[in-house]
């Protein structure tokens, strides 16, 4: 009998970035679906200059002609997001529902050069074929609307892939967890789970996001002047919480931020907004009165582009706080961005604006599902198999440790590129796959295995010598040293000229060095790199990039 396999190649040890495939055949032949094509965020300071991360699909690409197609279970973008870039290296087909397929068609228009992408459009809770596998797509509650689960029916019984989810009985907007169908899925029996670990470290459940929406009305109410609230952009149940807040108490909402626009056009096309006001458009918003307005911003995480750090730092055309105002974070921080958020945050504090967090106030609520959630969700399917995924190590370390307590018979550790074998016969690791990061870097996709962004970040580090040395074929030098710094001081810790630090250790070596040596331009660009490295580290305590040139004349 066939091998019933899931490898993932990103998502897994890690929150980001999320690609999971399925097959199903013996190792020489096997077909292929893929769940998901995300990217993660690079953080600058250990990725100068890198935009995004993108899985490293090697292994898609060698397989093209084995995988009938990419299924998407929801639009946030590490779920989504690697589309544009990497769909061009495997041209399958692209199955969404209509609000993802929607937002992906928008990200696609706002994107110059963007390919053409052949998106089959899946009414919620469809089913159909996708290569080998029978799908069914499972409505589940998260942070944006149309976030799905699979169901995979296959020869060796049913795998259930939640994708990212919640159990919120009042999402605000879209639809609840299908509480039915996972169990009459449950009934039927499922060999596999494969889910998601984010909040598997915290007990009890999320709160709802009418929680949120009732903080919310009362915050909004009670301001006493401007109120500018940021969250996700793409949190169209956020956005029609703060629009029903600000309705009710006579504000009009004036939307502020590109990708914000973007989620609420589609968000009302696809009748997820269904009954909210107009918004009105930046150039409203210095005619109305302090209290009869609510600006909708972009920026959460404190990108330094995005409409609230603009307006924290006085730096938007239109859109002004003063002293007296409110500022509400209606989201989470996500790790990597406390000292950007905390920048934003600490500008409206200097400037007496009121910022009201998720620290003190119920203002957001996570999307991925507590212990009590996943409880329950076990409870409904019963599954044979648990493997833990979207999470970093210790949040699939938890979830396997849950599944444990709660008697699931196996449950099975894996990482981004481990090839495991889920029937026949207990589940186990059985391969690998090739497996890494790819960067996006300007227009370009570059490995991370390459040298290009540690070299970059040494650079960052240290900065870098430049020395040109002209050589007769003798060996003897013709001119003086070039020596040229960048990102050096110009002083060492005594005084000293670090270019003339640089100079003398540069002509000391080459002059210095045994006739014979002398001759070979490659022995002598070393010895000189080593000595001026050498030499800079002695009076500045770093050792920067040294890059000699040696031309024979
Ligand atoms: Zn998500
Ligand atoms: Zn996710």
Redesign the pocket.
């Known amino acids: 009998m066939q091998d019933l396999v899931f490898a993932p190649l990103g998502g897994v040890g890690e929150i980001g970035m999320n690609l999971s495939l399925y097959g199903l055949g013996d190792e020489r032949r096997r077909s292929w679906i893929a769940v998901d094509l995300g990217v993660s965020f690079a953080q600058e300071e250990h990725l100068p200059g890198v935009d995004l991360i993108l899985p490293d699909i090697r292994f898609l690409i060698e397989e093209r002609k084995n995988l009938a197609g990419i299924v998407i279970t ?1 639009a ?1 973008e ?2 989504f997001g690697a589309l544009l870039d990497l769909w061009p290296q495997l041209k399958v087909p692209i199955y969404a529902t209509p609000f993802t397929a929607a937002l992906l068609e928008s990200k696609r228009i706002g994107e110059p050069g963007a390919p053409e992408m052949p998106v089959k459009v899946m009414p919620l809770g469809s089913r159909f074929t996708l290569g080998a596998f029978d799908i069914e797509l499972v409505s589940v509650a ?3 609307p149309e ?1 799905n689960a699979l169901i995979l029916r296959t020869p060796h019984g049913n795998v259930l892939h939640t994708g ?1 989810w919640k159990i919120d009985p009042t999402p605000v907007t879209g639809l609840p967890t299908d509480e039915a169908k996972l169990r009459k899925l449950g009934e039927e029996g499922v060999l596999a789970i494969v889910g998601d670990s984010t909040n598997a470290v915290r007990d009890g459940r999320s709160p709802s996001e009418a929680d949120v929406a009732k903080t919310l009305r009362q915050l909004i109410a009670a301001a006493p002047a401007r109120v500018a609230v940021t969250t996700f952009a793409s949190n169209v149940a956020r956005i029609r919480a703060v629009a029903e807040a600000a309705r009710a108490v006579g504000r009009e909402v004036v939307v502020v931020g590109r990708a914000m626009e973007r989620v609420i056009q589609v968000a009302r096309e696809t009748g997820y907004l269904e009954g909210v006001q107009p918004f009105r458009g930046t150039d409203t918003y210095g005619y109305l009165p302090p209290d009869k307005v609510v600006a909708l911003c972009t920026g959460s995480q404190g990108e330094p582009r995005a409409a609230l750090s603009r307006i924290s730092q006085d730096d938007h055309p239109d859109v002004t706080l003063a002293k007296g105002d409110t500022v509400i974070f209606s989201s989470r921080t996500i790790p990597g961005n406390e000292k950007e958020v905390g920048r934003v945050i600490n500008g409206l504090i200097d400037q007496n604006i009121t910022v009201i967090t998720d620290r003190t106030h119920l203002v957001h609520v996570s ?1 991925h599902p507590r212990r009590a959630e996943l409880e329950e969700m076990y409870d409904w399917v019963k599954p044979q198999i648990l493997v833990p995924v979207h999470g970093e190590p210790l949040h699939l370390f938890e979830h396997a440790a849950l599944g444990k307590k709660l008697g699931i018979k196996h449950i099975v550790q894996c990482r981004n590129g481990d090839v495991i074998r889920l029937a026949p016969g207990a589940p186990s690791v059985v391969d690998e796959l090739p497996a890494g990061r790819t960067y996006k870097d300007g227009r370009l996709l570059i490995s991370a295995e390459g040298k290009t962004i540690s070299e970059r970040r040494k650079l960052s580090f240290a900065g870098m010598v430049f020395v040109a040395l002209a050589l007769t074929d003798k060996g003897v030098l013709a001119a003086d040293p070039e020596i040229d710094l960048m990102g050096i001081p110009e002083h060492g810790a005594n005084g000293e000229v670090l270019a003339d630090i640089a100079y003398n250790a540069a002509l000391d070596t080459a002059e210095n060095m045994p006739k014979a040596r002398r001759r070979d331009p490659d022995a002598v660009a070393e010895a000189v790199r080593r000595a001026v490295r050498a030499s800079i580290a002695m009076h500045w305590g770093k050792k920067p990039v040294c890059h000699v040139h040696v031309l024979t004349v």
């Open positions: 929801h946030h590490d779920h998260h942070s944006i976030s990212d999307g």
